[in-house]
């Protein structure tokens, strides 16, 4: 329920950006982060949601790995306070 509070202020605030925070499901990849978030011009980064203190199962961190040696942006949240670091790090204003 925490995740879910969590997600839904990242959604929130992505909005405020004018960008999308999509819900990232893959049928043949478990493991993928929980949100794609698109920013105006281009930007793209990948969010793991977590309750707080959460982390990231095996399967997730390695598709953080996988993701970020592509050279994506991934962050995993846990905290409410942390949403505006990302999308500034995506690229967001
Ligand atoms: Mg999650």
């Given at each position: 329920?925490?995740?879910?509070?969590?997600?839904?202020?990242l959604?929130?605030?992505v909005?405020?950006?004018?960008g999308?925070?999509?819900?990232?499901?893959?049928?043949?990849?478990?493991?993928i982060?929980?949100?794609?978030?698109?920013?105006?011009?281009?930007k793209?980064?990948?969010?793991?949601t977590?309750k707080?203190k959460?982390?990231?199962?095996p399967?997730?961190?390695?598709?953080?790995?996988?993701f970020?040696?592509?050279?994506?942006?991934?962050?995993?949240?846990?905290?409410?306070?942390?949403?505006?670091?990302?999308?500034?790090n995506?690229?967001?204003?």
């Amino acid at each position: 329920m925490l995740e879910r509070k969590i997600e839904k202020a990242l959604v929130d605030k992505v909005k405020l950006h004018g960008g999308l925070c999509l819900k990232f499901i893959s049928p043949s990849m478990t493991g993928i982060p929980d949100r794609i978030i698109l920013l105006p011009k281009g930007k793209v980064g990948f969010v793991e949601t977590k309750k707080p203190k959460g982390e990231p199962r095996p399967i997730q961190k390695k598709r953080i790995k996988q993701f970020k040696d592509l050279g994506f942006k991934v962050y995993v949240l846990d905290d409410k306070k942390d949403i505006d670091e990302i999308i500034k790090n995506i690229g967001g204003r």
